[in-house]
């Protein structure tokens, strides 16, 4: 996932998981539809997803909202073909992480159902071998008073993250190729955690921490 970084302030964060979840923890029609596909891992179907994402950019659009940051969007070169039609994409980031590290990363996944927080208990510390190199990410802790509300998403079990991997592969990987026959994907390999990692991310963006409000404008 792309996580929301602070660099980025002001510029809407649009998961398009979120909103499946929100949909799924709603008592609208579509609830035990989308709660059956997610808890599958398999995908919504694209008008359904393209519907609430409309909805939406709509509504941000209605209160003043102008550019996006859209995380888990698009999974299929459908999906991506209709977002041309709407908008110019500026840039794709695939931040790619070997898989038995997602694996974990998943599984150690805890949100707070007061505060809606991400917090992590996974301690990943993966030895380099065979030239690839190793990978350590430690745990992002929960601060005590989320402790005692802390969840697990019901599709983050290792066979349901095992099938989302699966269709990853296997639908997803194409909107990769989409995007680099654009010039338009930069594929970003994550060294460890967010320490690591979001330094050399401002690196390959090309921005550091003077050109944020630019970045953000
Ligand atoms: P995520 O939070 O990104 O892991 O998404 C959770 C679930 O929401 C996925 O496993 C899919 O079932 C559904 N979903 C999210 N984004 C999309 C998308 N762009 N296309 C289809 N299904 C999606």
Redesign the pocket.
Same mark, same amino acid.
């Given at each position: 996932?792309l996580p929301v970084f602070p660099v980025f302030s002001g510029i809407p964060h649009i998961?398009?998981? /979120?909103l499946? &979840?929100e949909e799924l923890n709603s008592s609208g029609t579509l609830s035990s539809q989308l709660k059956e596909?997610?808890n599958q891992? !398999?995908?919504?179907? /694209?008008e359904i997803?393209i519907s609430l994402l409309s909805k939406r950019l709509e509504a941000g659009e209605a209160k003043g909202e102008s550019g996006f940051i859209l /995380?888990?969007?698009?999974?299929?070169i459908r !999906?991506a073909e209709i977002l041309e039609g709407v908008t110019d994409v500026d840039l794709v980031v695939n931040l790619k992480l070997r898989e038995e590290a997602l694996l974990a990363k998943c599984l150690g996944r805890r949100i707070c159902n007061h505060c809606g927080g991400n917090y992590n208990i996974a301690c990943i510390d993966i030895k380099g071998e065979n030239g690839k190199p190793g990978i350590y990410m430690a745990p992002l802790p929960a601060p005590p008073q989320c402790v005692p509300n802390l969840i697990q998403r019901a /599709?983050d079990t290792e066979e349901v993250v095992k099938e &989302?991997l699966r269709i990853y592969n296997e639908t997803s990987r194409p909107v990769e190729e989409f995007y680099r026959n654009r010039r338009k994907l930069l594929e970003f390999e994550l060294p460890g955690g967010i320490p690591e990692a979001w330094p050399k991310l401002l690196e390959a963006l090309n921005l550091d921490h003077k050109d944020k409000h630019i970045a953000a404008a």
């Open positions: 996932m998961a398009t998981g /979120d499946v &979840r596909i997610v891992g !398999q995908l919504v179907s /694209d997803i /995380d888990g969007f698009p999974r299929t !999906q /599709d &989302r």
